[in-house]
Nanobody
């Protein structure tokens, strides 16, 4: 039932940074939240998780470069993306974990290119 809207994507040069936001229409304080991405021609993949109490987990592909955080009062989850690489180019999505198929948004496009 929660609607999720991703924002903050854009075009950035390799080595640059972006901060993505995931705004929820309702309270997310009970939920473990995750970020996913889908590159052209590839399946959607999980990249990061943040639990209700703020514990984080990352896929090897982004570990050490991306940082997940949440502000439950604002019903928003953030993904700080540093040291971006061309292979990070994808549409980025957020959702509950496990994912609620009713809550997928349109995602936000991240393009890393010189």
């Amino acid at each position: 039932q929660v609607q999720l809207v991703e924002s903050g994507g854009g075009l950035v040069q390799p080595g640059g940074s972006l901060r993505l936001s995931c705004a929820a229409s309702g309270s997310i304080f009970l939920y473990t939240m995750g970020w996913y991405r889908q590159a052209p021609g590839k399946q959607r993949e999980w990249i990061a998780t943040i639990t209700r109490v703020g514990s984080t987990y990352y896929a090897d592909s982004v570990k050490g470069r991306f940082t997940l955080s949440r502000d439950n009062a604002k019903n928003t989850v953030y993904l700080q993306m540093n040291s971006l690489k061309p292979e990070d180019t994808a549409v980025y999505y957020c959702n509950r974990m496990p994912a609620d198929p009713r809550s997928w948004g349109q995602g936000t496009q991240v393009t890393v290119s010189s």
